[in-house]
């Protein structure tokens, strides 16, 4: 992947780095970072000296067609693990598992603690399963990571990327081994997740909204749909209203026809 397509991506948009010397030589690490855009996965690693695991959702390898195959190639070309998100809990645990698997080989770790693509742009709440409880078992460092302009360069809908620079932010290692042993305490995991969270924030930039982008996404498509359902319902309105008013107009003139008919006749 670094040489197929990481040189020609920085060759292309040459993205931007702060805090590369963060990121460890060897050893085990997880890299947290915000998820504004499908390209961050390609970004990320591009820009990166060692090779970084993410997790990936099962339906990037299941895809039909031929951008379905493209890209299934790249995420198995480039190492990821497919998770099938069918089943939460189980798809929760296994992304924990491939993430623990990962740091025991000494590997880097990447993960969207959001656990899908902001919908508008903003940084969303963590969810506190997969990072924290990876975190805690492993003793792994967590490096805050910001993508910045990526959801820019090729926002829904729009086939053709745009050409432009977008920005990496990489914070400075966060040590969570004072929780070690606590990974099934939920508070714990919750203020764990926060401050990740909270260091992605002061690297983003980015508005921070205390609920899951998950559930944003449903408010904005049941928005869409009642609005869908709403624009239906008035066309139907004016198209009742037209027809009614073209039956008031053809009773008229057959009215009107009917009365000069008479008029003619005479007595």
Same mark, same amino acid.
């Given at each position: ?10 060759? !292309? #948009? ?23 855009? #499908? ?16 997790? !990936? ?32 809990? $189980? ?23 959001? $656990?899908?693509?902001?919908?508008? $742009? ?48 990489? $914070? ?14 939920? #508070? ?57 008013? !073209? ?21």
């Amino acid at each position: 992947m670094k040489v197929a397509i990481g040189g020609p991506l920085k060759l !292309a #948009f040459r993205p931007w780095v702060e805090g590369l010397e963060n990121i460890p030589a060897e050893g085990p690490a997880i890299l947290a970072s915000n998820h504004l855009s #499908f390209s961050d996965s390609f970004f990320l690693p591009a820009v990166l000296h060692r090779k970084v695991t993410f997790i !990936a959702k099962a339906e990037y390898f299941t895809t039909p067609g031929m951008k379905g195959r493209l890209t299934a190639a790249f995420f198995k070309g480039a190492g990821q693990l497919p998770v099938d998100r069918s089943g939460a809990r $189980g798809a929760g645990e296994a992304a924990i598992k491939s993430g623990i698997d990962v740091l025991e080989r000494g590997e880097l770790f990447g993960i969207y603690p959001e $656990g899908t693509r902001s919908p508008d $742009g903003r940084l969303y709440r963590g969810k506190p399963g997969g990072l924290a409880r990876v975190a805690l078992a492993t003793g792994a460092p967590v490096i805050p990571v910001a993508m910045i302009d990526t959801e820019k360069i090729q926002p829904p809908g729009q086939v053709r990327p745009k050409l432009m620079r977008p920005g990496i932010r990489i $914070g400075e290692p966060l040590d969570f081994t004072r929780y070690q042993g606590m990974e099934h305490d939920r #508070f714990v995991l919750r203020a764990v997740t926060d401050e990740v969270m909270y260091e992605i924030m002061k690297l983003s930039g980015q508005e921070y909204v205390d609920m899951y982008a998950t559930a944003m996404k449903r408010q904005l498509a049941e928005a869409a749909k009642a609005e869908k359902e709403a624009e239906k319902a008035a066309k139907a309105a004016l198209a009742r209203a037209e027809k009614e008013q !073209a039956e008031k107009l053809r009773a008229a003139m057959e009215q009107a026809d009917q009365e000069q008919t008479e008029r003619r006749s005479g007595p």
